[in-house]
Nanobody, 121 residues
Framework: QVQLVESGGGLVQAGGSLRLSCAAS????????MGWYRQAPGKERELVAV???????NYGDSVKGRFTISRDNAKNRVYLQMNSLKPEDTGVYYC???????????????WGQGTQVTVSS
């Protein structure tokens, strides 16, 4: 089991910045990748950014050049620096951990409780 706790959401004006943080605990040795997803009202959850243990990073098209994901493996944390925020970035942001049970092919995905980000125009 992996537990994820997000922090750092809030209300910001368009053009502003926020930094989200996610702390992982539990079976952290099984984590292959950590990332961020978001869900706006009435829309499906979408990828924001993901960072694998092999340091491969992917971003959703709508955030490229504005958001940066980073990991501090010593602290078991993943961060999302969000710059040049737009009203369409508004939504609940979820931390995600993709894990593999050691010595098996079993993959499990864990989610945090989410943190609200609201960007006003």
């Amino acid at each position: 089991q992996v537990q994820l706790v997000e922090s750092g959401g809030g209300l910001v004006q368009a053009g502003g910045s926020l930094r989200l943080s996610c702390a992982a605990s539990g079976s952290i040795f099984s984590i292959n990748a950590m990332g961020w997803y978001r869900q706006a009202p009435g829309k499906e959850r979408e990828l924001v950014a993901v960072s694998s243990n092999g340091e491969i990073i992917n971003y959703g098209d709508s955030v490229k050049g504005r958001f940066t994901i980073s990991r501090d493996n010593a602290k078991n944390r993943v961060y999302l620096q969000m710059n040049s925020l737009k009203p369409e970035d508004t939504g609940v942001y979820y931390c995600n951990a993709d894990t593999k049970v050691p010595l098996t092919s079993i993959r499990r995905v864990y989610w945090g409780q989410g943190t609200q980000v609201t960007v006003s125009s």
